[in-house]
């Protein structure tokens, strides 16, 4: 990993807006170690969702605190890490962040219209999260300053590079 970019990188947004993709090319410009969040659901809560039934902030707690025990371990073992995680909530990123200081730890919105995405979700085949869940997660999406947005509009390859250098030049002073 890198010594200009964050420790830590949450590939974030809404169902369908390619967190996993996006996730996996960005750790590999990186030299990172990418997962996906969704790997840390308990069977019951992937059930739940593929239901149709969001999940509550009781459901989701307890898979926070994994995610941030797990972004401790990799830091431990001295590598950087990108965590696709849905993260839409103000609170929930807070959890994830622990106790990082400014810098350790950037969250990245991956943004783009309600159409695109449930029609990229459409596409998708053997995937939980059914397209219904989609209103919910935009409903309860929670933008805020911190976040680094980024058009999903455009290849993997082309917006994995965009988040990388703009993460350089935030390593750099430059933004």
Do not use: N
């Not at 039934?53 to 401790?72: G, K």
């Amino acid at each position: 990993m890198r010594l200009d970019l964050p420790k830590t990188v949450v590939v974030m947004g809404v169902c369908g807006c390619g967190k996993t993709e996006v996730g996996r090319a960005v750790a590999g410009l990186m030299g990172g170690v990418f997962e996906d969040a969704d790997g840390f659901h308990t069977e019951a809560a992937k059930a739940k969702m593929g239901a149709g039934v969001p999940l509550t902030d009781e459901d989701r707690w307890p898979w926070l605190e994994r995610l941030r025990q797990r972004i401790e371990e990799i830091r431990a073992e001295g590598k950087g890490y990108v965590l696709a995680c849905s993260a839409l909530r103000g609170v929930y990123r807070e959890k994830l962040r622990g106790e990082d200081e400014a810098g350790v730890l950037r969250f990245v919105l991956l943004d783009g219209s309600r159409e695109l995405i449930a029609e990229r979700m459409g596409k998708r085949v053997g995937h939980y999260m059914p397209l219904s869940l989609l209103d919910s997660q935009l409903a309860i999406l929670e933008r805020s300053e911190d976040l680094m947005a980024v058009s999903i509009e455009g290849s993997v390859e082309a917006i994995a590079q965009g988040i990388v250098e703009r993460l350089e030049r935030e390593g750099a002073g430059d933004e």
